[in-house]
């Protein structure tokens, strides 16, 4: 019986020789890309912990929240979402280098190897999974069954983790070859390697543009032109798609607190204004920059009698979204750029932008950025 099958088999082709079968599947080349990677990672990673900590903080971090520098939050983000495109290239590149010892048999060699190849399937599967779910959040997609943001925050730790133990695991070979020169020279390395830099440094140029103001005419792949929308200001949510009815003029501000009033559209206009130049930082990783006309939410604070320490919550005429009702730490509140905006930009606001009024404080993610406000209540 085996006999006929091993002469079937030499009838048969022999399989022909991937391109993929090459001489770059080595240690060097997994080094000197998985220093790239880990370097992207840990920046995306930090990043996002900030991100995390700025929407959702616990509450020994609440008050100590900054409000400045007013780019902070812009910048941080934009090296998220950056490091996070970076990546993606870079990871693929990492895979196609290791792939054949992920199929290299003994599947298992014993206790230690087990625990390192089940690490490694752990890294590989979280990985992909964070970058693709966060590729596809930028664009607003979201095909999975599970909310974005939590999924995402605990993969981070289980990659993070999956990274230590992979590197730990890895120490002799990494320290092996982290020199030039170390192992035999192979021909293609730099090739592969420049490839794989030009490739990540391309994804960055061709997306950046929707966060760094100079690379803006290059944003052919960023889900968003910062400068398009109405008024010049990109919309994340529209009024429609908020399902915000338009206010109308029986439109009243309502501020609860130890004094309570409401203040019609033009008593708010009556009302010293003032003007900041504040960006809007998405999460999903465009930001944009504008001249915001308002009051200051802290003289509407002061009109209410609320104390200084106040921490206050922002209701929205929408009904029911997630970002319907913000907190904001007296930290902000208090922050003299901090405004109930009326206009952007010189004109009104537009029904997309949050008319009749929205909040924009400096230094905080777009997400609280809360559009068509109705309520401001004082929280003691
Ligand atoms: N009430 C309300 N406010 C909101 C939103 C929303 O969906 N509802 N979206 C937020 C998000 S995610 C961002 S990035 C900013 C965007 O503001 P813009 O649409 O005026 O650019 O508004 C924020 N304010
Ligand atoms: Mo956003």
């Known amino acids: 019986m085996s006999g006929t099958f091993s002469r079937l088999r030499r009838r048969l082709p022999s399989p022909p020789r991937l391109p993929l079968d090459s001489a770059l599947h080595e240690p060097r080349t997994a080094v000197v890309l998985g220093r790239w990677l880990g370097a992207a990672f840990l920046v995306c990673f930090a990043t996002g912990l900030i991100s995390h900590g700025l929407q959702n903080p616990p509450g020994w971090l609440r008050d100590h929240l900054p409000s400045r520098p007013v780019d902070a939050y812009r910048v941080t983000q934009g090296l998220h979402v950056i490091s996070g495109i970076a990546a993606i290239p870079l990871l693929g590149a990492k895979l196609w280098t290791v792939y054949p010892r992920l199929f290299a048999r003994p599947a298992v060699r014993g206790v230690l190897h087990a625990l390192e190849r089940l690490g490694i399937a752990v890294l590989v ?7 693709v779910s966060g590729l596809l959040d930028t664009v607003q997609w979201y095909p999975w069954p599970f909310p974005f943001r939590q999924t995402h925050f605990w993969l981070a730790w289980i990659a993070v983790g999956g990274l230590l133990l992979h590197v730990a695991a890895k120490a002799p070979l990494i320290a092996g070859h982290w020199r030039r ?15 794989a830099a030009l490739s990540a440094a391309a994804v960055t140029l061709l997306t950046a543009g929707q966060t760094v103001p100079w690379l803006r005419r290059a944003d052919l792949f960023g889900a968003r032109r910062p400068d398009l929308g109405p008024q010049g200001l990109p919309v994340n949510r529209t009024a429609a798609q908020a399902g915000t009815a338009a206010a109308g003029p029986g439109w009243r501000l309502s501020v609860a607190g130890p004094r309570p009033y409401a203040l019609s559209l033009p008593e708010l206009g009556a009302l010293p204004q003032h003007t900041a130049v504040l960006p809007i930082a998405c999460v999903e990783g465009w930001s944009a920059s504008a001249r915001w006309t308002g009051v200051r939410l802290r003289d509407l604070l002061d009109r209410a009698g609320a104390p200084p320490g106040a921490r206050v919550r922002v209701v929205s005429l929408e009904r029911g979204g997630p970002y319907a009702v913000m907190e904001m730490p007296a930290t902000y509140a208090r922050d003299p750029l901090t405004l109930l905006a009326l206009r952007v930009n010189g004109e009104a606001l537009d029904p997309d932008h949050g008319y009749p009024a929205r909040i924009i404080a400096p230094g905080r993610p777009g997400v609280l950025q809360t559009k068509w406000v109705q309520r401001i209540e004082v929280l003691t």
């Open 181 to 195: 020169g170390t192992g035999p020279a192979v021909t293609g390395r730099r090739a592969f390697l420049g490839g």
């Open 125 to 131: 599967g979280s990985a992909l999974l964070e970058l």
